[in-house]
């Protein structure tokens, strides 16, 4: 059985930084694409970015340039790095496990974590 948790979200203020960790258990990530969504209240859950098996990345535009993705295949682990967080980046950061087809769809990913709240004070 696969297990997705996140870990490092928290209160930080606009302009400062934060790190999420996703650890994958029961399946190895170096073959597959990790993702990062948000759901903000009353929104709908949305793409942030995506890691392939390879190293190549993909960005929500509105992330571009202040968010960082990567992955650890030695440690199952994948990482967010979020800088300059503006308050519009509130949210629950949800990591999810890719399975197959368009890397910022939702229907793509086949295992999920529980989502950590990240809240970004004005």
């Known amino acids: 059985q696969v297990h997705v948790v996140e870990s490092g979200g928290g209160l930080v203020q606009a302009g400062g930084s934060l790190r999420l960790s996703c650890a994958v258990s029961?399946?190895?990530?170096?073959?597959?694409?990790m993702g990062w969504f948000r759901q903000a209240p009353g929104k709908e859950r949305e793409f942030v970015a995506a890691?392939?098996?390879?190293?190549?990345?993909y960005y929500a535009d509105s992330v571009k340039g202040r968010f960082t993705i990567s992955r650890d295949n030695a440690k199952n682990t994948a990482y967010l790095q979020m800088n300059s967080l503006k308050p519009e980046d509130t949210a629950v950061y949800y990591c999810?496990?890719?399975?197959?087809?368009?890397?910022?769809?939702?229907?793509?990913?086949?295992?999920w974590g529980q989502g950590s709240q990240v809240t970004v004070s004005s």
């Open positions: 999810a496990a890719h399975n197959s087809g368009s890397y910022q769809h939702i229907a793509s990913y086949g295992y």
């Open positions: 029961g399946r190895t990530v170096s073959g597959y694409a």
């Open positions: 890691i392939r098996w390879s190293g190549s990345t």
